[in-house]
């Protein structure tokens, strides 16, 4: 959420994608004290289609576990993928959605199967996973760039786009009209320099495209599920009972 007061506008649009894809209802929505689930529209909204709301006592954040848990999870791994990769601190949100794409497609602590599964019915496919922040090279579309130059970019991969099959990443050098430095695209075909991280070491001044590197065309059936954004002040869902 950009505002707090998106809350109730971010319930609804969860419980309705939620319910859609799992076939199971909502029951019961936990948070802490935050203004933003005060209001008497949310209270109203959770009366209306029988939503429990739990929420914390005050001052006991502990008592909200789960979700204070997976924030320490996630701040964790965005510092790690920026340290690792070198790239700013403002890209502190293309880290969250690469830690939540791949949180999603682990097991479960307490559980054998992942959420992909959980929420998909099926396992999930981990052969397009790449090392964030790592060098790519980045093949344009034809229609994108002209017939006689170059037909790629160097860039620095960004993670993975949800609602299509393809990947983001950070143009770092372009020598193609329209495609300028230092603007984020999504494409679908790379190959990955894996061990070169371009804003921590620079980009090297000879790189040989052979056989060894890893590339990736994203497979049209790789299936993509919702990340739950993750926010010190948000809700969590209470998974209890198997059919909540």
């Known amino acids: 959420m950009k505002n707090k007061d998106e809350a109730l506008d971010k319930l609804i649009l969860f419980k309705n994608e939620a319910e859609t894809q799992t076939g199971k209802k909502l029951k019961r929505l936990r948070s802490d004290r935050g203004g933003e689930y005060e209001s ?8 209306t289609f029988g939503i429990i709301h739990e929420e914390t006592p005050p001052y006991s954040p502990s008592s909200n576990g789960v979700a204070e848990r997976k924030n320490r999870t996630f701040k964790d791994m965005i510092n790690s993928l920026l340290l690792t990769s070198g790239l700013p601190k403002y890209l502190w949100g293309e880290a969250l959605n690469t830690a939540c794409h791949i949180l ?8 054998t199967s992942t959420p992909f599964e959980l929420w998909k019915g099926r396992k999930p496919s981990l052969k397009y996973f790449r090392v964030w922040g790592c060098l790519a090279k980045v093949l344009v579309p034809e229609h994108k760039r002209k017939k006689l130059g170059p037909k790629t970019v160097d860039a620095v991969f960004l993670g993975y786009v949800e609602t299509s099959y393809a990947l983001r990443f950070l143009v770092i050098k372009s020598e193609i009209p329209g495609i300028e430095v230092n603007t984020i695209v999504e494409f679908r075909d790379a190959v990955f320099l894996e061990d070169v991280f371009p804003m921590k070491t620079g980009i090297p001044s000879s790189v040989s495209l052979d056989d060894s590197l ?15 954004g993750v926010n010190p002040n948000s809700a969590s869902l209470s998974h209890e009972e198997s059919d909540t």
């Not at 890893?214 to 739950?228: F, G």
């Open 104 to 111: 999603n497609r682990v097991p479960l602590k307490h559980n």
């Open 40 to 47: 008497s529209k949310f209270t109203e909204y959770c009366q």
């Open 214 to 228: 890893a590339s990736t065309s994203i497979p049209e059936h790789v299936e993509k599920m919702t990340n739950v």
